[in-house]
């Protein structure tokens, strides 16, 4: 039996990029996005959701 849901602490948020995000990048590249276009924190606790060309893969 699959374990329910992962809770997230309490406070987190989810932010999704609405544009398209090149999946080749990798961890560094991503976190540079999430301080440079949304002036986050990458380490903060929350949940940074990027979607790929076809829109059938999310990280």
Same mark, same amino acid.
């Given at each position: 039996?699959?374990? %329910?849901?992962?809770?997230?602490? %309490?406070?987190?948020?989810?932010?999704?990029?609405?544009?398209?995000?090149?999946?080749?990048?990798?961890?560094? %590249?991503?976190?540079?996005?999430?301080?440079?276009?949304?002036?986050?924190?990458?380490?903060?606790?929350?949940?940074?959701?990027?979607?790929?060309?076809?829109?059938?893969?999310?990280?």
């Amino acid at each position: 039996m699959l374990p %329910s849901a992962v809770g997230l602490p %309490s406070g987190s948020r989810v932010w999704l990029a609405a544009g398209v995000t090149d999946m080749r990048a990798g961890f560094n %590249s991503l976190a540079a996005k999430v301080q440079t276009v949304l002036v986050r924190d990458p380490f903060c606790g929350h949940v940074f959701v990027f979607r790929g060309k076809r829109g059938s893969l999310v990280t």
